[in-house]
């Protein structure tokens, strides 16, 4: 096996780790990103004699998950329903169209009682 090939591997698990990494800093906004990276560096390293690699940033990734969870403070209800920051950031600080803000409203799925037909 040449070095190339051997390092291919160690260098995908480093790419996952750290759009791990990035996934929980953005889910886990009230988490300072040093102490993301840190917790995901604790449970990569609890994983170091794992013989089979290729799920190790799929469970480093759910490890750090629930500690994070543990730690964040809970972001305010408006904040995760109308998409608070992302939404602002995306609109360029501006708040959404009130008909954009009805028409995401307007259909509600199975789970609130809409028997499939949309309105």
Known sequence: MSEETAASPARDERVAIEHATDRLAERFPTVDRARVEQIVDEELHRL??????????VLVE???KERLRSEAVPLPLEEVMDGGAARRAETGGREDDPMERQRRGEHTGLLQGDAGGGR
């Open 48 to 57: 170091d004699g794992g013989r089979v690699r290729d799920f190790i940033p």
């Open 62 to 64: 759910h490890e750090a």
